[in-house]
Every structure is written in C-alpha cells, then in structure tokens.
C-alpha cells in the first residue's frame, strides 16, 4: 500500500510518501519490498506515484525526460506529462507483462477496506514562475483502472492517497490557520506513522518541500521494521 500526502499553501508545497511496494509472486504469493516513489524533477518540481507499479517506472521516464530536456515551470512540466505519461501507459498496455514479472500496489479506500488498485495515480507538484499569487501547483494525472485512458483530475490544495477524510480535514484546518510547512511535516509524518501499522505501508518514510528556494528534500529519523 502506498500512502502519499501532498499539501500547497501560500508558503510552499509538503510532500510525504512512505516506501512499501507490493509484489505478487506466480504462486500468489505476496511479497514487500522498498521503492522510492518521490522524484525530484527539477530545481522546484518534483512528483509523487501510487497506485500500479508501472506508476513508477512511468514516473521515471518522466523525471529523465524533464531533466534532458531542463523543462522549467510546473505548467510546462504538465503540458509535457499529459502526452508523455499517456504514450508511457499505452506502451505498458501493448506490451503487458505478465502477472509474474509485474507489481502492483494495493490501497484502501475512505471506509478502511482493503482493495487491489490497478489504476495510476501521479501527482505533479511545482512552482509557476508566471503566477504570483497562488505559485505553488498540484495536479493529479492517472486513471482509477487499469486500461483506462490517462486523464487530468481536478484537483484541491491537499491530496491523500488513499483517501482518508480524517487526514484531509486535519490538514485543512492547520492549513486555514496559518501552520508552517514544518508543521505541516509533523503532522504528516505521525499520520504516516499511525498508518505503517499496516505491514502494508512503512519506512523510510520520505518527506519534500518545495518553496521559492526550491525543491528540498526533508530528512527525518524513523525506525526501520
């Protein structure tokens, strides 16, 4: 299971993932394995993948793409990632692996009930270099099952991946009442915490600003399982 957060506020954007993939043997057998799912993409940009595995190696293929190419601003980085994550996910269609050379991850929904998710999930955070009063960018590309086309979600200031209406609320509000993006980090960090009960989802856990002075990432001690 992944779990992502990604927050944007006046004074920047938080991102937090934790690191557990799952891998689906031929016998069925399930297996867990660590994956770094948050990319730096350029000087103030970076994205998050959950969902299917080939999130990730799609998520790659972009990361490569925006740096040979030093695409700069988070609305060229999304005019290039539509097409791009679109070509990617019809390659992996065509050219389907089969079920024991593949992973994929699993999710649960608001309701706490476990499910496999086959759909995509990429979140695309940034600065815009171009707008002065809301700077700070996230946008949502994937699909919820596999097979469906890539597509553009709306999108609000905080995102929780799965969906956990607690989270969401609690980030609201320390989001209205002015918190800092240290705060921020706190709160999400216990969350992720609170969640690697799950052997599911678990360390290292990964943590990321971005800000006027750019794309940081946070370093934090936790205890590896």
């Given amino acids: 299971m992944t779990q992502v957060i990604a927050c944007s506020t006046r004074e920047g954007i938080v991102l937090a993932t934790d ?3 799952t891998r689906f043997d031929p016998p069925g057998d399930t297996r867990h394995f660590k994956l770094k799912k948050l990319l730096r ?20 293929a972009f990361q490569r793409f925006v740096q040979d190419r030093k695409v700069d601003g988070i609305e060229e980085i999304l005019r290039f990632a539509f097409p791009l994550l679109t070509d990617e996910y019809g390659k992996y269609l ?17 309701h706490e009930e476990a499910f496999p ?13 171009k707008d002065r ?4 960018r996230l946008h949502l590309l994937g699909n919820d099952e ?20 607690s989270m969401e609320r609690r980030l609201a509000a ?33 943590f ?12 934090k001690k936790e205890g590896e399982r």
Wanted: proline share 7%; net charge negative; with cysteine.
């Fill in 94 to 110: 065509k050219e389907k692996r089969t079920p024991s050379s593949c992973y994929r991850e699993e999710t649960e929904n608001a």
């Fill in 133 to 136: 009063l809301q700077p700070y």
């Fill in 174 to 206: 320390q989001r209205e009442g002015g918190a800092s993006l240290d705060q921020l980090l706190s709160l999400s960090e216990s969350f992720l915490k609170k969640r690697s009960e799950d052997e599911e989802v678990g360390p290292p856990f990964h």
């Fill in 41 to 60: 993409l350029n000087s103030h940009a970076a994205m998050v993948s959950a969902g299917a595995g080939i999130g990730v190696e799609m998520g790659n």
């Fill in 19 to 21: 690191s557990v993939a």
């Fill in 117 to 129: 998710l086959t759909g995509i999930y990429i979140i695309l955070a940034g600065c815009s270099f």
């Fill in 146 to 165: 596999e097979g469906e086309p890539i597509r553009i979600y709306p999108t609000t200031p905080i995102l929780v991946i799965p969906r956990s209406l």
């Fill in 208 to 219: 990321a600003t971005i800000t006027s002075g750019g794309f940081k990432e946070v370093m």
